[in-house]
């Protein structure tokens, strides 16, 4: 019963919607009806599916690179004090500096023949950080018990690593993961915004045109299209987080073991 | 033979935890460590597990083999028992398809053959602590630390962990330091016994235990036990009385 709860509420505002807009008469142009959205979605289709695929790839790839780099800057932070102390802080500096402010230096150095590249390298910035903090946070903490039950017994660094730090990191790592993936979707977005030119072709320029031309429905429908995306990485990092995760993990319980 | 001599540890802050410990312990012997909380007792096994290093003195003795079993279990939570056990073999180096004998030899002698792929999170305190014992085992150490292991079990579970423990003593001959601070328990388990003073800590008293080799709920009520436990006590309320 719970399940359908949403779907329901859903169902009920779209409703609400579809006869407040009629009964009051508004211009299309402001606020389309969910009707004239559905239509707009069926009949840009094509369009639409071929900048989302588009969106996709480059959040995919501004995720699995801001993944890769954050954890392997948080293992180089976890194995010297010293390299920590000289990098945090500019990530941290990346990290605060908003990231439509950099963009366009960003387009003048790499984008001005490849716009997708000023894109992904902004993503990655943005969908970095989370994966770096708390791939760190995780690698620190670790059980001090297991940590001198591993001095006991001599291991090497990498044994510490691979066998203690990264596993205690895991739950850690997971959800700055789904954080980030959320945010590379965000970071593409955001940067195909900013870069925007005729040569981009994501969903985000699809919006930015619809709303240039007055096509409000077909807007929505783009709109509607990306919180469907972002959902949908959503699911499947959690999906991934609980797989990895249930056998062990107190939050994964779920009976199943 | 384990000799512990003139072991001082000053911390940073300039606290002294420590202050000329002496102690030595047979080969073979089952010895407590008994004191109030903070006495810097569990510090002392650290030291002599090698963990931590005393300001000064030495240790002289101390095998290359020692099994450690801390207050709490300390497993692994993503790894299954077999793999938990697994450990210390495989931090030296040998593989689980070599090891497999040996663990299922450890979780045989603390009856958990069964709970070889069994998670931590699925078992019971006590049987997580059957774990750490089957663990600091597995190597087949000359020398088990034990620093606090049943603290926080219920009693029923820690009178029954008391004699298996007592039995593996027996069977595998190893050397064992077992800290805590309940009078009892350190009389029905230990040859040796320790007694030390709160902070600074020394050792202010040693007694050997008598009474039969093979203890059982019947040594409750051996007079050697009950002798134990009141020379025990009284030092222990003599220590505390003691102005620091």
Known sequence: MMRFLPLFVGIVFLAAWEFSVRRLQVPVFVLPPPSAIAKAFADNLPVLMSALWVTMQMTLAAFLASFVGGLALAILFSQSKLVERSLLPYAIVLQVTPIVSIAPIIVIWVGLDHVERAVFILAT??????????????????????????????????????????????????????????????????????????????????????????????????????????????FAVARIEHLLLRRWHPAHGGGAG | MLTLAGITKTYPSGLLALDHVDLTIEAGSFTSIVGPSGCGKSTLLRMIAGLDEPTSGTIAGRPEDVGLVFQDATLMPWADVEANVHLPLRLTGVKRKDAAPRI????????????????????????????????????????????????????????????????????????????????????????????????????MALHKIGGPPARDAGFRADPAYLDGCRAVSHDLEQALRAPA
């Open chain 1, 125 to 234: 910035i943005v969908a970095f950080f989370p994966i770096l903090s708390n791939a760190s946070l995780g690698l620190r903490s670790v059980d001090p018990g297991l940590s001198d039950l591993f001095r006991l017994y001599r291991a090497n660094r990498w044994q510490r690593l691979f066998l203690l730090q990264l596993p205690s990191a895991l739950p850690a790592l997971l959800a700055g993961a789904r954080i980030s993936g959320g945010l590379a979707l965000i970071g593409s977005v955001v940067a195909e915004f900013v870069a925007g030119s005729g040569e981009a072709t994501g969903l985000a320029w699809r919006i930015a045109e619809a709303g240039q031309r007055l096509e409000i429905p077909k807007l929505f429908a783009g709109l509607f299209l990306l919180s469907l995306t972002g959902l949908a990485i959503n």
């Open chain 2, 104 to 203: 299922a030899e450890a979780l045989a002698l603390v009856g958990l053959s069964e709970f070889a792929h069994a998670y931590p999170r699925a078992l019971s305190g006590g049987m997580k602590m059957r774990v750490a014992i089957a663990r600091a085992l597995v190597t087949r150490p000359r020398l088990l630390l034990m620093d606090e292991p049943f603290a926080a079990l219920d009693e029923i579970t820690r009178n029954r962990l008391n004699d298996d423990l007592l039995r593996l003593w027996r069977d595998q001959k190893f050397t064992t330091v077992f800290i805590t601070h309940s009078v009892f328990e350190s009389v029905y388990l230990s040859t040796d016994i320790a007694v030390m003073t709160p902070r600074p800590g020394r050792v």
